[in-house]
């Protein structure tokens, strides 16, 4: 807090005599530059009288703001603040951030067969004034996209698909029920196997998975220890941990390392000789 903002605080707290609380607010914007005079809602709150202070954002990414606000104002200020709510909840497509913080994070996943069909919908959903975010399509390809919504606009959302299920059945289409998920169910659908993995690279990468796995197929199976497993089994199964040895730091540094200690043995066992028998003369 600056010295201009702790002024400021200081004035608002000698007016409000540290009667006041402090209250969350969603906005739809982020960033440093977020300034109360420049949003209609907030200058409207002024106009009415209600005595309040912006408090310093302590996140300015989290699509909110915090404001003290006088208690003797609070009815005031409640009554503003459910039109301001249903003011900006007035449908249509914003990001999962702003709709979990005008929701305060009320908001349920529904998987959709509409990948590639925006058209489908999203006309619909806006006449409908349904609040909606959708979140990035983790599995390209299956056909299904995932759709946040805010609870309060579930029924209309099933209202209008099961029209849209009956509308699709008519023209000779089945199309599957609405699926509600939850978040980590969403998360899952972006595991991929080996195979869906390499079919997400270019054509290079492609070609030369297939060459690998023409010699792979082609190439001889190398029985190895426990009964006659090969390489591939070795390969497949989780309970064995595939490791390379490399000759210069291992191998080569062992035969080495015993030549040298062969090398000084026998010279101590001559030396220990020798001793010996100069011992052996005297006695």
Request: hydrophobic share 30%; with cysteine; glycine share 4%.
């Amino acid at each position: 807090m600056t010295k201009g903002n702790l002024k400021s605080f200081q004035f608002f707290f000698k007016r409000t005599e540290g009667n006041f609380d402090v209250f969350n607010i969603p906005i739809d914007q982020t960033g440093d530059d977020i300034k109360l005079e420049d949003i209609e809602e907030f200058a409207d709150l002024k106009k009415k009288g209600v005595r309040f202070y912006e408090m310093p954002d302590l996140n300015k990414a989290d699509n909110y703001i915090q404001i003290a606000v006088c208690r003797d104002d609070e009815n005031i200020f409640d009554l503003w603040y459910k039109r301001y709510l249903n003011k900006k909840m007035v449908g249509g497509e914003r990001t999962e951030e702003s709709l979990n913080a005008f929701t305060e994070g009320k908001t349920s996943i529904f998987s959709v067969p509409f990948e590639g069909k925006e058209d489908v919908y999203k006309e619909d959903f806006d006449k409908l004034k349904i609040n909606y975010s959708i979140l990035p399509d983790l599995k390209i390809g299956d056909g299904n996209i995932q759709i946040i919504v805010a609870n309060s606009d579930i029924p209309k959302v099933q209202h209008w698909y099961q029209l849209y299920q009956k509308d699709m059945l008519q023209r000779g289409e089945k199309v599957p029920d609405l699926n509600m998920i939850d978040m980590s169910t969403y998360q899952n659908t972006g595991k991929m196997s080996t195979e869906e993995y390499i079919n997400t690279g270019d054509e290079k990468v492609k070609e030369a998975n297939q060459k690998y796995e023409k010699e792979k197929s082609s190439a001889p199976k190398i029985a190895l220890d426990e009964g006659n497993m090969t390489y591939e089994d070795y390969e497949e199964n989780q309970m064995y941990q595939k490791f390379t040895i490399d000759p210069d730091t291992l191998v080569n540094q062992l035969d080495k390392e015993a030549i040298k200690s062969f090398r000084e043995e026998s010279i101590l066992l001559a030396e220990y000789r020798e001793l010996l028998e100069k011992m052996y003369n005297i006695w």
